[in-house]
Structure formats: structure tokens, C-alpha cells
């Protein structure tokens, strides 16, 4: 090639050269130009295409938002196919989606009125109207259905005040009611012939037809009927601004080596995981964009007095027990160092939060202190067993019961070294999430518990630490009364001024930190792998993982130049 560049250049005489070369720089130098003054006059912005594949553990049952609250792929495909009057940004407030605006709310804080914005459809093509929002929150409401929602949809009316307006009315004031309004609606002309006993069965849970950015397109099972891939659309009439990535495509696996090793393959760009054990963090790579989510979780050890109450009645007891735990440890070894130290019932960041909270003797590790605490409350160590007793003779042992999810196992295991250590004997009990839920949850058969609680959007811990809530289907786990944090809690869920709230809030837990109830261990972080190609991500704290996807529609992974 060369040689025969080299004939070519030696056929021009010197003047002829000479003008070839000036003719060579000049047509690169206006192309510089060309190209500089292109940049400086545009800019690039997101363009419609490309493909975004994600890998999931698990395999959608129930793409529903009705039904879908447990199972990760049903929540996931859930938030991109479906969306609902309200959603909350990347800083947990509260936006419009369906609804025009905010709603409008009654000075006694119970009536909502939401008008939809016009020329709403569904992904069939069907205009969204009222009737679809009251199918949607009476269906929730109905017992037969068996939605795991209807508890925060009980005691509530929904009537319709035209075609696009619809007037919800809760029979309390409650400020936390509102995010209720984010759950995604379901077209009425689809469902309302699925008798409500026959909802969790019917073909429409995995034929998803719904108003959010992405449309369901194609699924793939394998031989035994399981699916293994959800592909979806992006929906170019959405009401919104995007979607920009014209194809999702979700793969399922079974277990968690399967996903890592489809992410070192290729097959999947994404996934994402609460970390909880070595082998499946992955490390953050040139090619790799790695988030890290705060969930509204936390891990805690609830403490119920009423079951044993001569050693948990005393708060000497109680304080040892939190105090002898060291938080840190276990956010390292059981977590990998991925999460963050809890103190209290309101998370870091949420309306009322205490920032003394962290200081209280209850979150201070010191074993040394944790053991004169049970001297001072006559537990005395027997040098045979190592254990301690009382003067009756009666050891001071303790139950603990947790799920098999390998977190709070490996939490539990921790637990039980850390208070047999000053002296508390430990009886580990580890089952099902279904048989902790019915053996020891809901008849409160525990002395202690380690869970995992997500306490949603709003900080109101009425539903968790009120004593009306004492039994089931009540979520106060420590069977925790004060008769002033009571009214604390009902003051301040009846209160839609966010700095009265707070007042109260902060109140609240300096009763908490005091009586020692629950100890509180960590709050997990959601760690998202994300390919760099990826962009307009925006994400902030997320309640539940799914929430990722809040803003997906402004996600894009191909781009154009416009002028500016």
C-alpha cells in the first residue's frame, strides 16, 4: 500500500506538492473548525433506542402492585409497568404522576380530592379515568382478594366527582396517608370480571396491562414453565418525558452464584443486592457504575418483656443486653462494611429524627458496663457454667428467634456469642419466614426477636410502636406502652404540619432510648451495579429496592446532537 502511495506522490512535480500539501491542511484545519464549531453550537442529548438487560434471583408471579410486595422480580417489573396518581422523587417527597397535582386536602386532613391529567391511556390504548382509581383502591380494600396492602386501605371511601376527579375520604387524620396514593392502578375494563377469589390466579398477573413507561412485550419460560426472561417496550405515548431505552429485558436465576456468574458472562449488564456475604459483592470495575441505596430498614432485636418478664421487666437488663452488642462488628462481618449503625425507631434523614439519638447509653457499646448492669440487677455469674443466676438459682437465659434469611442468621450467631460472653445464655431458634410469622410473630411467642423492618416513606412509627398495635395484625414487636408516647404518636399522625411532627417525634424517642424496648442494629444499603453506558440515573434514598426504577423513563444508553 505503501509503495504504491509513494508511485503516486512521485508523478507531481514540486509546485504541484506544494499545493496538494496546503490543499491537505486546509481541508483538515476547516474540518477541525467544522467539528469544533459543531460542539460549541450543540449538544447531546438523550435519543431513543438501545437495550438494557438486568438479572434478577427469583421469577415474577404476580406483576400487580396489588399482589406484588414480597417477591423482588413481581415488585421490580411491577414499578416500570404500572404507575399511580402520586410517586416520590429521589428525595422521598411526593410528586405527581397520574394526578394533575398534589391533592387537595381538606383542613380536617381526611378528604383528598386528586383530579387525573387528560388523555391518559393505558397500554392497550384505553383512556384512564376515575372509575379505574375507584376499581383500583375498593379491590385492594377487599378482603377476598388477600391483598397484603389492605390493612393501610381499611376504614377509607373513594367517590367520584367527574370523569377525571375523585374525592378519598380516611376516616382518621393521618399525615402518613398520603404515600398511599403511589400504589399504580389497574385498568378496570381488564380486571373487573376477575371474581376477586380468583385475582391472584388470573392470566392478567403475568399479561400485565398498565399506564407506567414500559410495556410488557415477550416472556420466555423453560421447559417446567418458569420464566426466565421478561422483555418490555418502552411506551412512546407515555404521559411523561421518555422512555428513552427502548427495550428492558429482565433474566431470572435461581440462586445468587447463578446471577454473578451471568454477570461475569455477559448475559445480564445489571443487578443489584443487599450485600450480606463476600462472595457476592462485586467490585466496582472501569466499565461499572456502582450505587449505593439507603433502604428505609432497619435490623433490630425487639425485646418482648411480657413473655419473661423477671429478667426483661428490669431496664437494667434490657440496657446490658443493648449495650454488650457491638453494631459496627456485624455491619463488618455479616455485611461486608456495606450499611450504616441504627439508634432509634426514626432513620437518619426522615422527619424528627433525633440527632442526640446516636449518644444514648442504649447505643454506647461497653461489655464492661453491660456486665456490672447485671450484677446491679442481681444476675450473678456461676463460675461452673459461665452463666449467670439470680438468688432464686434461675439462670438468665433467653430465646431468640429469627428467619433463615442468611443475614439474620449470621446476625444471630453474632448475637448469641456477644451475650453469652457477659453471661446470658442464648436459645437460638431459626425458621421460615412463614413459620417465625405464625409460631412466634403473631402470637408474640418470643423473648427475643431479630428482624428486619422497612418502615416505608413516611417517619410515623405509630404502626410499630403504638400499644393499640400490641397484637396481631399490630407491628409493635416489643409490646412496647407508654402512655405518654402514645399520645405523642397520636398527636403527631393527626398533625400535617411537618415541624409540629418533628417535635413530637423527637420527644418520642427520648422516652424510647430510655425505656429501652428494641436495640437497634443496622440499616442496610442496596448496592446497584449499573454499566457506565447507562445515564440520567438519579437516584437518592430508596424505601424499597424497586424504587430504583422511579425514574427510569429518563434512563437512555444511545444520544443525538441538537443545536442549542
Known amino acids: 500500500m505503501l509503495s504504491h502511495l509513494k508511485i503516486f506522490w512521485n508523478k507531481f512535480g514540486g509546485v504541484e506538492k506544494r499545493l496538494l500539501l496546503i490543499f491537505t491542511l486546509l481541508l483538515l484545519g476547516s474540518t477541525v473548525t467544522y467539528a469544533a464549531t459543531r460542539n460549541q453550537n450543540s449538544q447531546r442529548v438523550p435519543r431513543y ?31 416500570v409497568v404500572y404507575s399511580g396518581l402520586l410517586k416520590f422523587d429521589e428525595n422521598l417527597n411526593l410528586v405527581p404522576d397520574l394526578a394533575e397535582n398534589l391533592p387537595e386536602i381538606n383542613p380536617n386532613g381526611r378528604e383528598y380530592t386528586v383530579k387525573l391529567k387528560s388523555d391518559l391511556k393505558w397500554h392497550d390504548g384505553t ?8 376499581f383500583t383502591y375498593q379491590a ?25 376527579t375523585v374525592k378519598i375520604t380516611t376516616r382518621e387524620s393521618s399525615a402518613a396517608f398520603i404515600a398511599n396514593l403511589t400504589l399504580g392502578l389497574l385498568p378496570r375494563h381488564v380486571w373487573e370480571n376477575v371474581p376477586a377469589s380468583s385475582f391472584a390466579l388470573s392470566k392478567f ?36 418525558d421518555g422512555p428513552y431505552i427502548e427495550n428492558l429485558v429482565f433474566k431470572f436465576y435461581e440462586t445468587t452464584d447463578e ?7 455477559r448475559q445480564v449488564s445489571g443487578l443489584g443486592y ?7 459483592f462485586i467490585q466496582p470495575k472501569e466499565n461499572l457504575q456502582q450505587i449505593y441505596l439507603p433502604l428505609a430498614q432497619y435490623q433490630a432485636i425487639f425485646i418482648n418483656r411480657t413473655k419473661n418478664p423477671a ?12 449495650k454488650s452488642v457491638d453494631k459496627q462488628k456485624i455491619i463488618d462481618e455479616v455485611y461486608v462494611g456495606q450499611g450504616s449503625e441504627t439508634y432509634g425507631p426514626i432513620l437518619p434523614g426522615y422527619l424528627g429524627y433525633h440527632e442526640q439519638i446516636p449518644g444514648a447509653d442504649m447505643n454506647v457499646y461497653d461489655d464492661a458496663r453491660a456486665e456490672a448492669l447485671l450484677e446491679e440487677a442481681g444476675w450473678i455469674e456461676d463460675p461452673q457454667t459461665g452463666f449467670r443466676k439470680d438468688k432464686l438459682g434461675r439462670t438468665l437465659s433467653l430465646s431468640l428467634a429469627t428467619n433463615d434469611f442468611p443475614p439474620n442468621v449470621l ?31 403473631k402470637p408474640r411467642n418470643y423473648e427475643l426477636l431479630l428482624y428486619i423492618e422497612n418502615v416505608g416513606t413516611d417517619p410515623d412509627p405509630y404502626p410499630f410502636w403504638h400499644s393499640s398495635q400490641l397484637r396481631d395484625p399490630g407491628l409493635n414487636l416489643s409490646t412496647f406502652f407508654n402512655r405518654t408516647a402514645d399520645r405523642l404518636l397520636v398527636e403527631a399522625r393527626a398533625n400535617i404540619a411537618p415541624a409540629d411532627r418533628a417535635v413530637r417525634y423527637r420527644q418520642f424517642q427520648e422516652i424510647f432510648v430510655g425505656d429501652v424496648p428494641a436495640v437497634f442494629l443496622n440499616r442496610s444499603v442496596y448496592v446497584y451495579n449499573l454499566p457506565k453506558s447507562v445515564k440520567g440515573v438519579n437516584l437518592g434514598t430508596t424505601y424499597v429496592p424497586s424504587e430504583r426504577f422511579a425514574n427510569i423513563a429518563d434512563w437512555y444508553v444511545e444520544t443525538k446532537r441538537v443545536k442549542k
Not at 404476580?62 to 417489573?77: C, G, Y
Not at 446471577?259 to 458472562?265: E, F, G, K, R, V
Not at 429478667?311 to 443493648?322: G, K, Q
Open 311 to 322: 429478667p426483661l421487666e428490669d431496664a437494667r437488663v434490657r440496657l446490658a443486653l443493648a
Open 127 to 134: 383512556g384512564i379515568n376515575a372509575d379505574d382509581v375507584i
Open 205 to 240: 398477573n403475568l399479561e400485565p396491562i398498565g399506564s407506567g413507561p414500559y410495556a410488557v412485550t415477550e416472556i420466555q419460560r423453560n421447559r417446567d414453565g418458569a420464566v426466565r426472561s421478561v422483555t418490555l417496550a418502552g411506551v412512546k405515548d407515555f404521559y411523561g
Open 49 to 79: 433506542g438501545g437495550t438494557y438487560t438486568e438479572g434478577l434471583v427469583g421469577a415474577p408471579q404476580h406483576i400487580n402492585p396489588l399482589l406484588a410486595t414480597v417477591n423482588e422480580a413481581d415488585t421490580d417489573l411491577a414499578r
Open 274 to 280: 443487599v450485600p450480606f456475604d463476600q462472595n457476592l
Open 259 to 265: 446471577l454473578i456468574n451471568a454477570y461475569h458472562s
Open 140 to 164: 385492594v380494600q377487599n378482603p377476598e382478594l388477600g391483598s397484603p396492602l389492605r390493612r393501610s386501605w381499611m376504614r377509607v371511601e373513594v367517590a367520584k366527582i367527574d370523569d377525571l
Open 411 to 441: 446476625t444471630a450467631q453474632a448475637l448469641k456469642k456477644a451475650w453469652e460472653a457477659v453471661g446470658v445464655q442464648i436459645n437460638l431458634s431459626i425458621e421460615t419466614a412463614a413459620n417465625l410469622d405464625e409460631k412466634y410473630i
